[in-house]
T-cell receptor
Framework: GENVEQHPSTLSVQEGDSAVIKCTYS??????FPWYKQELGKRPQLIID?????GEKKDQRIAVTLNKTAKHFSLHITETQPEDSAVYFC??????????FGIGTKLQVIP | ETGVTQTPRHLVMGMTNKKSLKCEQH?????MYWYKQSAKKPLELMFV???????ENNSVPSRFSPECPNSSHLFLHLHTLQPEDSALYLC????????????FGDGTRLSIL
């Protein structure tokens, strides 16, 4: 089955700096890669996703890149703000109705 | 967003009790999921239902019993649970295949005494 590794597990950045979270996956058939943000005590929410026919996608301060050959994808957050503090999960999906999540990255933005 | 509603939000039960978790989605989705979220572990997929039919049982112990009477409602029946089952149980829904975004509920925080 699919295996998704995510790092770092924790990340602290100064407000205004950039943050990068990286994930690797094992199943070359995976074709959908969402990122979820989970604030403390709240539900995970989709913040951005990318499909295998695209190499990069951007939405304001958030961008995701995908390297299918190397089987890795990354989340980039620029100009970080305190409200970006949360746990971020990457995921990969290739099979029918099955999504595999990474372990999560706890991001702390220091004002 | 109130698209996916879970009840109760918190549940404390003894190992011999029987209880049920409920999930309801108002998004018109056809797929519903149960996940277990424990500290320092990835989200663990437990069950998947598509158009009321179970399509995935991820080696979950039989003390967890899912029920999906229709595409909008999903239950997780609990009996004879163990302390290690204490976790946040999240319900999610999506439209169609796994290559669609999932919408999560707020979860039920379950504590087993």
């Amino acid at each position: 089955g699919e295996n998704v590794e995510q790092h770092p597990s924790t990340l602290s950045v100064q407000e205004g700096d950039s943050a990068v979270i990286k994930c690797t996956y094992s199943d070359s058939a995976s074709n959908y890669f969402p990122w979820y943000k989970q604030e403390l005590g709240k539900r995970p929410q989709l913040i951005i996703d990318i499909r295998s026919n695209v190499g990069e996608k951007k939405d304001q301060r958030i961008a995701v890149t995908l390297n299918k050959t190397a089987k890795h994808f990354s989340l980039h957050i620029t100009e970080t703000q305190p409200e970006d503090s949360a746990v971020y999960f990457c995921a990969a999906s290739g099979g029918y109705q099955k999504v595999t999540f990474g372990i999560g990255t706890k991001l702390q933005v220091i004002p | 967003e109130t698209g996916v509603t879970q009840t109760p939000r918190h549940l404390v039960m003894g190992m011999t009790n029987k209880k049920s978790l409920k999930c309801e989605q108002h998004l018109g989705h056809n797929a519903m999921y149960w996940y277990k979220q424990s500290a320092k572990k990835p989200l663990e997929l437990m069950f998947v239902y598509n158009f009321k039919e179970q399509t995935e049982n991820n080696s979950v112990p039989s003390r967890f019993s899912p029920e999906c009477p229709n595409s909008s409602h999903l239950f997780l029946h609990l009996h004879t649970l163990q302390p290690e089952d204490s976790a946040l149980y999240l319900c999610a829904s999506s439209q169609g295949q796994a290559d669609q975004p999932q919408h999560f509920g707020d979860g039920t925080r379950l504590s087993i005494l």
